[in-house]
């Protein structure tokens, strides 16, 4: 008789199957899903498992029924949409959510699409998992490793579902039954804050060396973080620096060389071809294998950015012969617009791999060459899978769903005898006995995530992230928690909840500082009173922008370029869509959003501004304002302030300095106001925000304008100014120490002022713009940019010729 010992994860069983063969042991560890697949190929039973086929049963299912869905038609075409809906139907299928609390219309959509879903993976021949489940359950009691086991091990398995549960209470009848814990004994833990990542990363980096040079071995040794995708650019780069043996994480297919060009591909089936398209398309090492010269290349650098059609391109580049084949390879897509099987669109990407084979594919080392061979592997099976469905889609509907194929793929990890560090998620260390366990990124806003709602069963989904803890510390004898004091935007971090009161500080490496005086040509200063009268005259007689202050506040120099010379600045040719010209429709998005009270979905407003605009609203953007709504939605409840005056105009405010008065102008993009008429001032961004310390030292100046500005309009009390990120909601900048709680915020952030400085808040903002003012009215414009970052995209580099 055997013992059959249930683990949390297949790596657990599969390290654990190993040590049973090698000590003639009895041991039969299984994880769950292993278990099942075991059952139902003793079972004999023929089924497909296949995550993606689910999700393009869901596609299929939701094109079938969207002109009959009452509450979710106009979702139909956003993948975002998909994903929340499979992640909804495997919960209801084991039975942990029920629709019932719905309203009789959503109720009536989410059971149409699920009767519609089951339907098309029984064409498919697929089982999900809770299907897997039902059979698996059905055939124990007649199974041979019933027969064969007398007792059952149980370790934690993480939060079961219902069907899990069953299918574990069904294992234990009759048998004797153990509870097993990993290790009697909490691991040893130590924590360090380091300045910034890299030093987070490098101290981590120099504690494993020092583990090595004492003899722990490799594979004994973890580096996780509940923030992987974050460190791995600082990871990969130090770990090959220091010569660490590590297995690197594989990539998923949308983010290899043959994934990019292939999505490239389907893009440009499309009547639109873009400039970043063409260039991505043949970039050396990430497109198609086709060698471009160095005159073609150029070419398509200064290409003007209004060419957006097939026709327009042969007519630019259609003399050269490296464009010439790829021209050719183009022309195997084309076809009249219109409604196809998806076979048809997978048919033609096919003919294509067939002209490209593997062996014409570069790679520089056997690293490389062993990711493309999976790569291409992984296409061809993408591609098989998808050729199956005979849903009729056009083009721009075929590559969501090659999008979403290429965006599930992950390489599968390659053999190897050599024993190396494990770098990777939290969930796959749990009770594998490491020696030393470095958990990296341990911040609040990173681990213990939340419960948060779903949005579309209006249920709380629950986190189990200190029942991980729990078991990462019986996981290992010695475990390091760490966090970086800033991120890599110079954004303040917070430590988590489970993070030590005492810790060692990294000392920070010597970097090079900031400019620690103006350069200047000459003093400076423009000396001719003739040229300063005729700045001041210039300058009083108009109102000054906002943003044009903002200029001089980064960098005197370019405000002197741009606003008193009035030099044109030279034309950047861009790939697409400006960046300005993004954030502008994201602005307006987002204004219509709130000012129809979410009435109508952001999805539906991004598309209809996006297509009134005649650009192309791409997953990224999509997928980066729908979260920013959520998180928002989720604040604006909480908090109780509402968006009430949106992208609000504002002109005359008066700044008064002994050279002269100016007046100021601008844009609010976002006034929110409780039911006392207190208030809090945002202003959006999609890069980086602005630091607490550039707001208070005066090197950004637009909070403190509209700080101003808003003062004169409302008459309620000032709570909050900051800047939003739409790209990761968060907020950074001055607080009301009485408010910050209401608003959300701990007293660990930064910018929380006490009460007696936040009433001198306005005063000082005032003194900062006068000095600003007397020196442009002064004639000072030095080349003193606040930081390398300015300089990196002003137009008047060859002026200043700054190094």
Same mark, same amino acid.
């Given at each position: 008789?055997?013992?059959?010992?249930?683990?949390?994860?297949?790596?657990?069983?599969?390290?654990?199957?190993?040590?049973?063969?090698?000590?003639?042991?009895?041991?039969?560890?299984?994880?769950?899903?292993?278990?099942?697949?075991?059952?139902?190929?003793?079972?004999?039973?023929?089924?497909?498992?296949?995550?993606?086929?689910?999700?393009?049963?869901?596609?299929?299912?939701?094109?079938?029924?969207?002109?009959?869905?009452?509450?979710?038609?106009?979702?139909?075409?956003?993948?975002?949409?998909?994903?929340?809906?499979?992640?909804?139907?495997?919960?209801?299928?084991?039975?942990?959510?029920?629709?019932?609390?719905?309203?009789?219309?959503?109720?009536?959509?989410?059971?149409?699409?699920?009767?519609?879903?089951?339907?098309?993976?029984?064409?498919?021949?697929?089982?999900?998992?809770?299907?897997?489940?039902?059979?698996?359950?059905?055939?124990?009691?007649?199974?041979?490793?019933?027969?064969?086991?007398?007792?059952?091990?149980?370790?934690?398995?993480?939060?079961?579902?219902?069907?899990?549960?069953?299918?574990?209470?069904?294992?234990?009848?009759?048998?004797?039954?153990?509870?097993?814990?990993?290790?009697?004994?909490?691991?040893?833990?130590?924590?360090?804050?380091?300045?910034?990542?890299?030093?987070?990363?490098?101290?981590?980096?120099?504690?494993?060396?020092?583990?090595?040079?004492?003899?722990?071995?490799?594979?004994?040794?973890?580096?996780?973080?509940?923030?992987?995708?974050?460190?791995?650019?600082?990871?990969?780069?130090?770990?090959?620096?220091?010569?660490?043996?590590?297995?690197?994480?594989?990539?998923?297919?949308?983010?290899?060389?043959?994934?990019?060009?292939?999505?490239?591909?389907?893009?440009?089936?499309?009547?639109?071809?873009?400039?970043?398209?063409?260039?991505?398309?043949?970039?050396?090492?990430?497109?198609?294998?086709?060698?471009?010269?160095?005159?073609?290349?150029?070419?398509?650098?200064?290409?003007?950015?209004?060419?957006?059609?097939?026709?327009?391109?042969?007519?630019?580049?259609?003399?050269?012969?490296?464009?010439?084949?790829?021209?050719?390879?183009?022309?195997?897509?084309?076809?009249?617009?219109?409604?196809?099987?998806?076979?048809?669109?997978?048919?033609?990407?096919?003919?294509?791999?067939?002209?490209?084979?593997?062996?014409?594919?570069?790679?520089?080392?056997?690293?490389?060459?062993?990711?493309?061979?999976?790569?291409?592997?992984?296409?061809?099976?993408?591609?098989?899978?998808?050729?199956?469905?005979?849903?009729?889609?056009?083009?721009?509907?075929?590559?969501?769903?090659?999008?979403?194929?290429?965006?599930?793929?992950?390489?599968?990890?390659?053999?190897?005898?050599?024993?190396?560090?494990?770098?990777?998620?939290?969930?796959?260390?749990?009770?594998?006995?490491?020696?030393?366990?470095?958990?990296?990124?341990?911040?609040?806003?990173?681990?213990?995530?939340?419960?948060?709602?779903?949005?579309?069963?209006?249920?709380?989904?629950?986190?189990?992230?200190?029942?991980?803890?729990?078991?990462?510390?019986?996981?290992?004898?010695?475990?390091?928690?760490?966090?970086?004091?800033?991120?890599?935007?110079?954004?303040?971090?917070?430590?988590?909840?489970?993070?030590?009161?005492?810790?060692?500080?990294?000392?920070?490496?010597?970097?090079?500082?900031?400019?620690?005086?103006?350069?200047?040509?000459?003093?400076?200063?423009?000396?001719?009173?003739?040229?300063?009268?005729?700045?001041?005259?210039?300058?009083?007689?108009?109102?000054?922008?906002?943003?044009?202050?903002?200029?001089?506040?980064?960098?005197?120099?370019?405000?002197?370029?741009?606003?008193?010379?009035?030099?044109?600045?030279?034309?950047?040719?861009?790939?697409?869509?400006?960046?300005?010209?993004?954030?502008?429709?994201?602005?307006?998005?987002?204004?219509?959003?709130?000012?129809?009270?979410?009435?109508?979905?952001?999805?539906?407003?991004?598309?209809?501004?996006?297509? =009134? !605009?005649?650009?192309? /609203?791409?997953?990224? *953007?999509?997928?980066?304002?729908?979260?920013? #709504? %959520?998180?928002? +939605?989720?604040?604006?409840?909480?908090?109780?302030?509402?968006?009430?005056?949106?992208?609000?105009?504002?002109?005359?405010?008066?700044?008064?300095?002994?050279?002269?008065?100016?007046?100021?102008?601008?844009?609010?993009?976002?006034?929110?106001?409780?039911?006392?008429?207190?208030?809090?001032?945002?202003?959006?961004?999609?890069?980086?925000?602005?630091?607490?310390?550039?707001?208070?030292?005066?090197?950004?100046?637009?909070?403190?304008?509209?700080?101003? =500005? !808003?003062?004169?309009? /409302?008459?309620?009390? *000032?709570?909050?100014?900051?800047?939003?990120? #739409? %790209?990761?909601? +968060?907020?950074?900048?001055?607080?009301?120490?009485?408010?910050?709680?209401?608003?959300?915020?701990?007293?660990?952030?930064?910018?929380?002022?006490?009460?007696?400085?936040?009433?001198?808040?306005?005063?000082?903002?005032?003194?900062?713009?006068?000095?600003?003012?007397?020196?442009?009215?002064?004639?000072?414009?030095?080349?003193?940019?606040?930081?390398?970052?300015?300089?990196?995209?002003?137009?008047?580099?060859?002026?200043?010729?700054?190094?």
């Amino acid at each position: 008789m055997s013992t059959l010992c249930l683990v949390p994860h297949p790596q657990l069983a599969h390290k654990w199957r190993q040590s049973a063969v090698y000590a003639h042991s009895d041991l039969l560890p299984f994880a769950i899903k292993e278990l099942v697949a075991q059952l139902l190929k003793e079972q004999g039973l023929p089924y497909r498992d296949s995550v993606f086929l689910e999700k393009i049963a869901l596609w299929e299912a939701v094109g079938e029924a969207r002109d009959g869905l009452v509450c979710y038609g106009q979702m139909a075409d956003f993948p975002g949409f998909i994903e929340d809906l499979h992640n909804l139907f495997f919960r209801f299928g084991s039975g942990q959510v029920s629709f019932e609390h719905l309203s009789d219309p959503e109720q009536g959509d989410l059971h149409l699409l699920y009767d519609l879903y089951l339907q098309k993976l029984s064409a498919y021949h697929v089982l999900n998992q809770a299907q897997q489940l039902e059979q698996a359950i059905a055939f124990w009691p007649n199974s041979q490793l019933k027969q064969k086991v007398n007792r059952v091990e149980l370790y934690y398995l993480g939060e079961l579902t219902r069907l899990e549960r069953r299918l574990v209470n069904l294992i234990c009848e009759g048998k004797q039954v153990e509870h097993c814990t990993f290790s009697p004994n909490d691991a040893d833990v130590t924590a360090v804050v380091a300045a910034s990542p890299r030093e987070e990363i490098v101290q981590v980096i120099k504690a494993i060396i020092g583990l090595l040079n004492q003899g722990v071995e490799p594979q004994t040794i973890a580096v996780v973080s509940p923030d992987l995708d974050s460190y791995l650019p600082l990871i990969m780069p130090l770990f090959s620096q220091y010569q660490l043996p590590w297995q690197p994480p594989m990539p998923k297919l949308a983010d290899t060389p043959v994934g990019k060009a292939m999505g490239t591909l389907v893009r440009l089936m499309q009547s639109v071809w873009t400039k970043h398209d063409l260039e991505q398309l043949a970039a050396p090492g990430w497109g198609l294998p086709f060698g471009l010269s160095q005159e073609e290349h150029r070419l398509l650098r200064i290409a003007p950015p209004t060419l957006r059609s097939r026709e327009q391109w042969h007519n630019y580049l259609g003399e050269c012969p490296g464009w010439q084949q790829i021209f050719a390879v183009l022309q195997t897509l084309h076809f009249k617009p219109g409604f196809y099987p998806v076979r048809f669109y997978t048919e033609r990407l096919q003919r294509v791999l067939a002209e490209l084979p593997l062996i014409k594919w570069p790679a520089v080392d056997h690293g490389q060459w062993a990711v493309l061979a999976k790569s291409y592997d992984g296409l061809q099976k993408l591609l098989a899978d998808l050729a199956v469905s005979q849903h009729l889609v056009n083009a721009a509907q075929f590559e969501q769903i090659f999008n979403t194929a290429l965006d599930s793929y992950v390489l599968p990890q390659p053999r190897s005898f050599l024993q190396k560090i494990y770098v990777g998620s939290l969930s796959q260390v749990v009770g594998m006995g490491y020696h030393t366990l470095y958990m990296i990124g341990v911040t609040e806003s990173n681990f213990p995530k939340p419960a948060k709602r779903d949005w579309l069963s209006k249920q709380m989904l629950t986190s189990s992230d200190y029942d991980l803890y729990r078991l990462l510390l019986r996981s290992t004898s010695h475990l390091q928690l760490s966090y970086a004091e800033q991120d890599q935007a110079d954004r303040i971090n917070i430590a988590s909840q489970i993070f030590p009161a005492e810790f060692t500080r990294v000392v920070p490496f010597n970097r090079a500082g900031g400019y620690s005086k103006a350069i200047t040509i000459g003093d400076g200063v423009l000396g001719d009173p003739a040229i300063i009268t005729d700045i001041t005259a210039r300058l009083q007689g108009k109102q000054l922008s906002v943003s044009k202050l903002n200029l001089y506040a980064s960098c005197p120099f370019r405000f002197l370029c741009s606003e008193i010379y009035n030099l044109e600045a030279e034309d950047v040719l861009v790939d697409d869509i400006t960046p300005q010209a993004e954030g502008a429709l994201i602005h307006e998005a987002l204004r219509l959003y709130w000012q129809q009270k979410q009435v109508v979905p952001i999805e539906q407003i991004l598309v209809e501004l996006y297509d =009134a !605009a005649g650009e192309r /609203l791409t997953r990224r *953007v999509l997928s980066m304002v729908v979260s920013f #709504i %959520k998180k928002d +939605q989720a604040l604006v409840e909480a908090s109780g302030y509402y968006p009430t005056y949106l992208e609000h105009w504002f002109e005359g405010v008066t700044i008064a300095s002994q050279s002269g008065t100016i007046r100021l102008r601008g844009i609010i993009d976002r006034i929110d106001v409780d039911q006392d008429g207190n208030y809090v001032i945002y202003d959006y961004k999609t890069g980086a925000n602005p630091s607490v310390r550039a707001i208070q030292k005066a090197e950004n100046l637009q909070l403190q304008v509209y700080l101003l =500005a !808003a003062s004169q309009i /409302l008459p309620g009390t *000032v709570h909050g100014i900051a800047f939003y990120n #739409i %790209k990761n909601s +968060q907020r950074t900048g001055l607080w009301m120490e009485a408010a910050h709680q209401k608003l959300g915020l701990t007293r660990r952030n930064a910018g929380i002022m006490p009460q007696d400085e936040w009433d001198q808040l306005a005063d000082s903002f005032y003194q900062s713009l006068q000095y600003y003012l007397e020196q442009i009215l002064n004639g000072y414009f030095p080349i003193a940019p606040v930081d390398d970052i300015v300089c990196s995209h002003c137009p008047y580099r060859g002026i200043c010729r700054k190094e």
